[in-house]
């Protein structure tokens, strides 16, 4: 499986959200796509965005009660008891696991989620993610086509998710629930310089839809904000979210030997598939948020041609002469 998308511009190239150890998921991506639906440009008629993959179930999530730009109100009175306890129980377990695997920027936000023991109000992490950043999360029903996220990132709005996985999903669930992105994603949003980048992403987001470039852009999400490294003094550690939020990941891709952990290049990143199945076959590390920053900085145009140039490379190959990180 690799993520060839079978809509050609704005169709989704990722799989599903990892939340965990991938499992087989028929060959296509789950990624909902303004092309090809009813609600092309992404905005929301009430009905789930058009998926597709196995079965083309649409995503979770009741869409009716979302507005035309995707957003709804956290819907609170959803949670019950046995919500919050698998909230809670996630949580412990990933962060028990943080010291020595995480970036020290993700542990010291972590707390800034709130109480560990129940799934937080998002206006109280906006609260305080807006004196921070300026950023804030606003609640979604669950995967929204790609141009309404960009949108949404472009306005440093985070779409957060919030139904949580069943008790029985525990180890893994398909799509990104509120403990991917809440845990995953948003506690670097306190960080200024990696929000400035998530921000600069969006931007260049509504770009690449007009470029038919989606997929190329949403390798370099896939290699960063969901599964990226980043070198420090102590080492190489996490700050993707699907890596944070990933139980057995998390270890995996900072410590297993012989996986190739390559130095950051837009161009290579954006060359690389990925599979969807199993943990990444290939991680990317950057030396600062300030590299991924300023890579962000240049229009991607032409960026775009240099990479349509070149061959696709394969996950799990680390090219001749390219700097790799082995543990
Ligand atoms: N929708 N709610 C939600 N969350 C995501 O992370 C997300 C999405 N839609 C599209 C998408 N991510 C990917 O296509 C990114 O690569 C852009
Ligand atoms: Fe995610």
Redesign the pocket.
């Known amino acids: 499986m690799n993520d060839s998308p079978t809509h050609p511009q704005c169709g989704?190239s990722?799989g599903p959200?990892p939340s965990g150890p991938a499992v087989p998921l028929g060959d296509r991506p789950m990624?909902?796509s303004a092309e090809g639906s009813t609600l092309a440009k992404g905005v929301n008629q009430g009905v789930a965005p058009v998926t597709y993959g196995k079965g083309d179930r649409p995503p979770r999530g009741d869409y009716a009660r979302a507005g035309s730009d995707y957003t709804c109100e956290q819907d609170y009175a959803q949670y019950s008891a046995a919500d919050h306890e698998t909230y809670r129980r996630l949580y412990a377990r990933q962060l028990q696991q943080l010291p020595g695997l995480a970036c020290d920027e993700f542990i010291d936000a972590v707390n800034q989620l709130g109480a560990p023991d129940h799934i937080p109000r998002f206006g109280e992490v906006s609260e305080r993610l807006m004196k921070a950043t300026g950023w804030q999360i606003v609640s979604?029903p669950?995967?929204?086509p790609?141009e309404a996220?960009f949108a949404l990132l472009a306005d440093k709005r985070f779409?957060v998710?919030d139904w949580i996985r069943k008790p029985e999903e525990f180890d893994y669930v398909v799509e990104?629930d509120v403990f991917h992105d809440l845990f995953g994603h948003v506690p670097l949003l306190f960080n200024p310089t990696f929000a400035g980048y998530m921000q600069a992403y969006g931007v260049g987001?509504l770009k690449a839809a007009r470029l038919n470039a989606c997929e190329l852009l949403?390798r370099l999400?896939?290699y960063t904000v969901e599964f990226g490294l980043i070198s420090t003094p102590m080492g190489l550690r996490a700050y993707g979210a699907g890596i944070l939020s990933s139980a057995g990941e998390l270890t995996h891709s900072v410590k297993t030997p012989g996986v190739p952990r390559v130095a950051f290049g837009l161009d290579r990143l954006m060359r690389t598939r990925y599979r969807i199945d199993t943990y990444q076959a290939t991680y990317f590390f950057i030396d600062s948020f300030q590299q991924l920053f300023d890579a962000t900085a240049p229009d991607f145009t032409p960026v775009y041609g240099v990479v349509r140039g070149l061959d696709e490379v394969e996950a799990g190959i680390v090219l001749p002469g390219e700097r790799s990180f082995s543990v």
Do not use: N, Q, R, S
Request: aromatic share 22%; no cysteine.
């Open positions: 989704p990722a959200h990624y909902p979604v669950g995967l929204i790609e996220f779409p998710t990104p987001g949403a999400y896939w």
